[in-house]
Nanobody, 117 residues
Framework: QVRIVESGGGLVQPGGSLRLSCAASGFISGWYAMSWYRQAPGKERELVASITNTLGSTNYADSVKDRFTISRDNAKNTVDLQMNSLKLEDTAVYYC??????????WGQGTQVTVSS
């Protein structure tokens, strides 16, 4: 069994910052990458950022580059997403995922991020 738990969402004003955290537990040995996706109302779910296990290679959506930073702590099996200079269009439910090269993957329940003045 694998458990993914996100935390850190909330309400923030435009230009503000939030830090999301994702904790993975259970049978997660050998995972390949962990990622953050988001889904805004009426829109498709999109990849925000991802980070690989072994090398720590990162990948970002163009819309968040230079504003968001993904990081991992392999000892704790956690991945954080630091979000700076938040915009109205960053409002969405943010989901954390963990996946293996085999295609096996698990998703968290999501955490709401609302950017509003």
């Amino acid at each position: 069994q694998v458990r993914i738990v996100e935390s850190g969402g909330g309400l923030v004003q435009p230009g503000g910052s939030l830090r999301l955290s994702c904790a993975a537990s259970g049978f997660i040995s050998g995972w390949y990458a962990m990622s953050w996706y988001r889904q805004a109302p009426g829109k498709e779910r999109e990849l925000v950022a991802s980070i690989t296990n072994t090398l720590g290679s990162t990948n970002y959506a163009d819309s968040v580059k230079d504003r968001f930073t993904i990081s991992r702590d392999n000892a704790k099996n956690t991945v954080d997403l630091q979000m700076n200079s938040l915009k109205l269009e960053d409002t969405a439910v943010y989901y954390c995922t963990i996946r293996w090269v085999s295609g096996r993957n698990y998703w968290g329940q999501g955490t709401q991020v609302t950017v509003s003045s």
